[in-house]
């Protein structure tokens, strides 16, 4: 692949960023753009934007839930909302990044099995154990996983990862960019496809 | 048309309310459904989601200028935010419900003026007097038109137009109702087709 990369920054207790991350690495290949992963904290993000969890808000909550499930089953994609949803997503994301530091492809793997165990398996990764026990499920070594989530320089990461998402406009999650182009929601990644594929308008 | 009405909900100065009024009639025409428009006052059903106009967002506002304008050019819909933006609804909307008795077509007629004339024109129409020029502009005689608007039917009709949609779940613009199937946002028209199309999913 040798494009520019497509950023995708998502919140790993996001709905909407479990569905846009089963297609966008696809978008991706079509185009031969590598795909950047980027997990933040939205409960950081919302704090400058004034915003709540969505599923929280009057009238809002309400449709949004329907809207998750409908998206779902027009994608074809398994689809549950967990028990204690929304959840803290801020020690998967210290597993992201401590494996992203060894291997790109193996934090994207872990992302993945997060994503896949909140909204299809239905179980939350809120804490420290389970975070390390699901890297653990796909072959890391869980003590390796616990001590590398604890490091300084694994929780300066992701405060500076978040930070520079918002930095560039990025507030919701999924929210994609692409050569400069930002586009938010899991309803507009076929509209990331078209300007990728016309070059934009 | 014999089937079921689409409802149409939207706000006279929401710019994806705009861009969803060029098409909505459209899709309606391709299935045999009637249209049925009614503007409400985002402000007040802002007040109970706990929301506020998206431009003056911190961060949400950049992207939702952009966007629109993005939006439009994909559409090929002419498009301009009006200086005075957001602008009060209220006199536009109490002009509609006034003509809305008389016939709902010169209601609509009534609509796509004020439309035409803030996001294409790039001129709010935010007071009584502008409310009622663009409806004399349109072949409607101007006293009566602000005679009509003052009226205590049509304030009230306003009010309970805008709780009505609430209490079917309404809470941005533009927001259809199919078959008691909610979807929220210009970017869902093409949705709403398929909805249509296949009869849901």
Redesign the interface.
Known sequence: MSGAPIEFYFDFSSPYGYLGAQRVDAIGGEFARPVIWRPILLGV?FK?????PLVG????G??AA??MA?SA??LGIKFRLPEGFPFASVHACRVFYWLDGRSPEAAKDYARAVYRTAFAGGRVVADAAAAADLAAGIGHDRAHVLAGMEQAAVKERLRAETQQA?DK????SPFVIVDGE?F??N??LA?VREWLQTGG?
């Open positions: 993000v400058a934007t004034g915003q709540s808000q009057n009238m809002r309400p449709y329907r809207d409908r089953r027009k918002m406009g990025v507030f919701g930002p938010w929601g309803d507009r509209e308008w």
